[in-house]
């Protein structure tokens, strides 16, 4: 297990230079993250840039065997004047993406009908900053049969639904040239990053078509716009779901299998994001690249991705304690089996409740990631959502978590127990870590739950003495 951990490592992590700022840094190699924190991604205020990289790769065939492998076959922009370190790290960064863009391993036969798949990964450094790479697949333009490739995103920016909508912009540029798609992308990357809910507009011209405008407007709601619950709710049972929750919050081993790249990349992130506002800190794979299938056999928490081909050397691997949910029969696999029980009777049933009243009125997709996101900030906030005022500032300014006290405050014995167990998770701890560091809460969509639910609590005390 010492030489897979290190065979990892040394294929995964990205490592951070004291050289250069983190753009012109892009280090080392895709990484197990360790500390990934997919589904908490940056909130970015706006003025950021919207990428680092548009890469194409292509599978070219080995020069022994039929086997295939995919290697970068275009790059934009192409860095120069680069320090020796920075471009050591560079080396490695583009070196280590195309794995993670052809995952599905190196037997390939020529395709005639188009294959498409959006999907993303996450590429984490060691300090928990993190690059996404955001990918379309799609079938070269042409009559006849052909090998797929891949367009890929690099950005340290998470907002899913936005870079699928550039995708689609580069998508129709990919059937006329990739000489259509560079002054696009060139516009783009010229074009701050939008506040949440503010639009840019960008101009392009496209032959036969003339001059475009393309409006990309980022949500309004930032701690949302990462995710998809579609895929997730499509595919399980609100009552699955919240066992995946329940084993997540515990921080314990989850595969999910799945044919296709998109629906296991939709999922994971959607699993992840239930998570709000406390970060996922362990292995985090959307997708598995086959030659890193071993990692299901870590003795550590991971989160990962695998596909249903790979269903027999996933169940003949030695694994304990595993959350096995197969996403394509809706059902689990292998599970611990308690996760029925993990959380707090009353607050499972309030989560159940919510989920399934009005799920006949969602239409868009910002509705249903409210709908579903709702209920599980609110689990949150009736368990941890006390959490300020149970930390301690010394004269320094450094806050200390008073955890005893913290427990006690819980009236119901059964969500002590279940906050006992919690506050053990690093999920905790890392929240806990950065909320000790300053004295005002961050105004972010938690905060402003807790400060409703507090509300409503006051609100309700003189009803009660008026009633008594």
């Not at 003339?210 to 009552?239: K, M």
């Not at 300020?388 to 010394?394: C, H, L, N, T, V």
């Amino acid at each position: 297990m010492d030489g897979l951990g290190r065979r990892l490592r040394a294929s995964l992590r990205l490592k951070r230079s004291h050289r250069g700022s983190p753009q012109d840094n892009p280090e080392d190699a895709v990484k197990e993250p360790e500390r990934a924190q997919e589904h908490s991604l940056p909130n970015f205020a706006g003025g950021q840039h919207f990428f680092e990289y548009l890469l194409v790769v292509s599978l070219k065939k080995k020069r022994s065997g039929d086997d295939y492998e995919p290697m970068i076959t275009y790059q934009f922009p192409k860095r120069e004047n680069l320090l020796r370190g920075q471009q050591e790290e560079e080396e490695r960064l583009l070196k280590a993406i195309p794995l993670f863009c052809f995952p599905d391993g190196n037997e390939w036969a020529l395709l005639t009908e188009d294959s498409r798949e959006t999907f993303s990964f996450v590429l984490t450094n060691v300090d928990g900053s993190r690059k996404i790479g955001y990918c379309r697949r799609l079938l070269p333009a042409g009559p006849g049969p052909h090998l797929p490739k891949v367009y890929c995103i690099i950005s340290c920016i998470g907002c899913f639904g936005l870079f699928s909508k550039i995708l689609d912009e580069v998508e129709k540029r990919h059937q006329i040239s990739m000489a259509v798609i560079y002054p696009f992308m060139q516009g783009l990357r010229e074009a701050a990053f939008p506040a949440p809910g503010k639009t840019v507009t960008l101009k392009s011209f496209i032959p036969d078509s003339g001059t475009e405008f393309i409006s990309l407007t980022r949500p309004l709601d930032s701690h949302l716009e990462h995710v998809d619950f579609s895929s997730l709710l499509h595919c399980l049972r609100f009552e699955q779901i919240l066992q995946i929750f329940a084993s997540a919050v515990l921080e314990r081993k989850i595969i999910f299998l799945a044919e296709g790249l998109s629906t296991l990349s939709q999922c994971i992130h959607a699993a992840a994001a239930l998570l709000y506002p406390f970060s996922w800190a362990h292995t985090y794979i959307p997708v598995v690249p086959e030659s890193l299938l071993a990692t299901v056999c870590c003795p550590t928490p991971f989160m990962v991705g695998v596909q249903m081909r790979l269903l027999q050397e996933v169940m003949d691997s030695p694994m304990e304690e595993v959350l096995l949910v197969n996403l394509c029969e809706g059902t689990f696999l292998m599970s611990v089996g308690d996760e029925k029980d993990i959380l707090p009777p009353k607050l499972q049933d309030d989560l159940l409740d919510s989920l399934s009243q009005g799920t006949n009125e969602l239409k868009t997709s910002e509705q249903i990631n409210e709908h579903v996101s709702g209920p599980f900030v609110q689990f949150f906030v009736k368990t941890v959502g006390h959490y300020a005022s149970y930390i301690k500032w010394d004269a320094n300014g450094q806050g200390h978590f008073q955890e005893r006290s913290f427990c006690k405050a819980l009236t119901s014995k059964t969500n002590r127990r279940f906050v006992k167990k919690f506050v053990k998770t690093q999920l905790f701890s890392l929240f806990i870590q950065e909320a000790e560091k300053s004295k005002n809460p961050p105004a972010g969509y938690f905060q402003q739950k807790i400060l409703e639910y507090e509300g409503q609590k006051k609100q309700k005390k003189p009803r009660e003495k008026t009633v008594k």
